[in-house]
Structures are given as C-alpha cells and as structure tokens.
C-alpha cells in the first residue's frame, strides 16, 4: 500500500507539473501573439491610406481572436477546454472597440448555452465569428444606421454544434453567396471546411450565417460539449 500510495503520489505531480508547463506554453503564445497585435495596430495609425489601414486593424482582428483563446486556456481550470461564451463576449467587444462603435448604435447580443470548445475548435469558430461580425461592421449598417448583430452557438444533438451570426442590417446582396471571392467569406468558408461543417446563407430580415458542424478532437474523435458534459 506504501509503494502503490507513493506511485500514486508520484503520477498526480507529474500531471501538475505537465498542466503548469501547458499553461504557461499558452500564456507564452498570448503574449506573442498580443505583441504581434501591437505592432499591426501600431503601423495601422501611422499609415494614410484608408485601405491599407483598415486590411491593418482586419488583421490585428484576427490575431487578437487567437491569443483570446490562449488567454482564456491560461486562466481556465479545465485547459482542456474553454468557455466558449465568455469568449465570444470578449472577442465581440474587442470587435466593437476596434471599429469604434458606440453601444447605443449597434449592440451585439450573445447566446452561448454553456457550450465548451477545444483549442482546435474554439480558433477556427473564433475566427469565423470575427470575419462575420466584422463582415457585418463594414457593410450591414451604412448611413449611420443602428441594430444588432446576434451570435449564438449551441448543441443540436448527435455531436453536433450550431453557430449563427446574424444582423438586422442592409442585408447582404443577392450576388454574394458562399463561393464569392471577397477574403472574408473565403475565409470563413474555408475555416467552415476545416470543421467539417456547412455554411448557409439567409437573408431574409438582415442577414444570417448558420455554420453546422461536430467538435474537431486531436484524438480523430468527435464530441460536443454543453456546460462541459458531453451530448
């Protein structure tokens, strides 16, 4: 009993010192990454042309929606897995503040029913969500116009995720579809691919992307997770 108690004692140190090590590997790469976000925001400011300082802040978008990840992973108990709603909530407002929208304007209202993402799901739907909204900032509400942008993530059963990002803006036109050549939705259609998801457009009322897929698991299996349990 000794021996086996002193084993024991051995494994559950070892597994502490693997997840210190894993979470300062993620605070590590946040921090790399926020440094890179610095720098694309830095020249953003000190360039003339509106496009190429807009590509520059679209950029800095993106990185910023990956180092959220590693930061959540740092902070999170379980590194295994992150709140994806909290997340959202975070990448959202970075969003907003990026394109200096005012809350009264244009709200962002999230629905996330306790869903908890893998890192190899969480990036790939995180950056999906932040070419959508952005996609949405752009174009969805010219002339001043005020609304909201919704996103909602949630299981469907079977292993099976759902995320929408809609706006009740302008809508998108009707010659833009998934296959359109605009960086954005190429983009989004080719992280949607990664998932092994589809991509379906609706454009009744503003405009709705619904993205369905299963959880990508490093180990080939596929699992969705509702307030951390699998369904």
Do not use: W
Not at 75 to 100: C, M, N, P, R, V
Request: glycine letters at 6%; aromatic letters at 4%; charged letters at 25%.
């Amino acid at each position: 009993m000794t021996k086996q108690k002193e084993t024991e004692t051995q494994i559950l140190a070892t597994l502490r010192d693997k997840e210190m090590l894993l979470k300062e590997v993620h605070h590590r790469v946040k921090n790399n990454l926020q440094v890179v976000c610095s720098l694309l925001y830095l020249q953003s400011v000190n360039v003339d042309d509106p496009g190429l300082r807009q590509a520059l802040i679209e950029s800095r978008n993106r990185v910023m929606s990956m180092a959220l990840i590693h930061e959540r992973l740092y902070k999170s108990k379980d590194i295994s897995t992150i709140d994806f709603g909290q997340y959202i909530k975070e990448l959202a407002t970075d969003i907003f503040y990026s394109f200096g929208i005012e809350d009264d304007k244009i709200r962002h209202v999230i629905n996330s029913h306790n869903i908890c993402l893998s890192i190899d799901t969480a990036i790939p739907c995180g950056l999906i969500i932040n070419e959508l909204v952005t996609n949405a900032l752009k174009h969805g509400f010219t002339d001043n116009v005020s609304g909201e942008i919704r996103i909602d993530i949630s299981a469907k059963g079977n292993n099976t995720l759902m995320l929408v990002v809609s706006d009740n803006g302008v809508g998108i036109p009707q010659d833009i579809d998934n296959n359109t050549v605009s960086l954005g939705l190429r983009l989004v259609r080719t992280l949607t691919e990664q998932l092994d998801g589809t991509l379906e457009i609706n454009r009744d009322n503003g405009t709705e992307f619904r993205v369905t897929f299963r959880e990508q698991k490093r180990n080939g299996e596929n699992s969705a997770y509702d307030g951390r349990q699998k369904v």
